[in-house]
Structure formats: C-alpha cells, structure tokens
C-alpha cells in the first residue's frame, strides 16, 4: 500500500519507490513473504472518500531499475 491525499487538480507526477510501500493483506490468497519487496503478486488503484462519482486516469504506469 502507498496512501496519498489528493489534494491537487489536473495531472501529477506519483512516484512510489518500493521502500515506501507496506504490506495490507486484501484476502486475495498472496503469499505472505514478509514484504521482501523483491517481487509482485498484483497491483491496484483504489480510492476512498471520494464525496461523489469520480474518473480516475492512470497513464504510462511502469516498473523500472535503477537510479534515477
């Protein structure tokens, strides 16, 4: 899990390292490996508290190595 407010209107940039993530189980059967961050089960965007129907974009998601 990575949990922003979205205070902001129009596009921005979200950059999640995998250090910052944390584990929130979702009773979806993955594995339980204590979180070694070292590969992925799945991945999904979620929203709460929206006040109201929302569209959401999501736009040249990737995974990548490396420094930047």
């Not at 979806?28 to 590969?39: S, Y």
């Not at 991945?43 to 508290?49: C, D, E, I, R």
């Given at each position: 899990?990575?949990?922003?407010?979205?205070?902001?209107?129009?596009?921005?940039?979200?950059?999640?390292?995998?250090?910052?993530?944390?584990?929130?189980?979702?009773?979806?059967?993955a594995p339980n490996d204590g979180l070694l961050l070292d590969?992925?089960?799945?991945?999904?965007?979620?929203?709460?508290?929206?006040?109201?129907?929302?569209?959401?974009?999501?736009?040249?998601?990737?995974?990548?190595?490396?420094?930047?």
């Amino acid at each position: 899990v990575y949990e922003f407010t979205d205070d902001f209107t129009g596009w921005k940039q979200v950059v999640v390292r995998f250090d910052d993530l944390t584990r929130k189980e979702v009773g979806n059967g993955a594995p339980n490996d204590g979180l070694l961050l070292d590969r992925v089960h799945g991945w999904a965007f979620g929203a709460t508290a929206t006040g109201g129907p929302r569209t959401w974009y999501l736009d040249d998601v990737s995974l990548w190595s490396g420094e930047r």
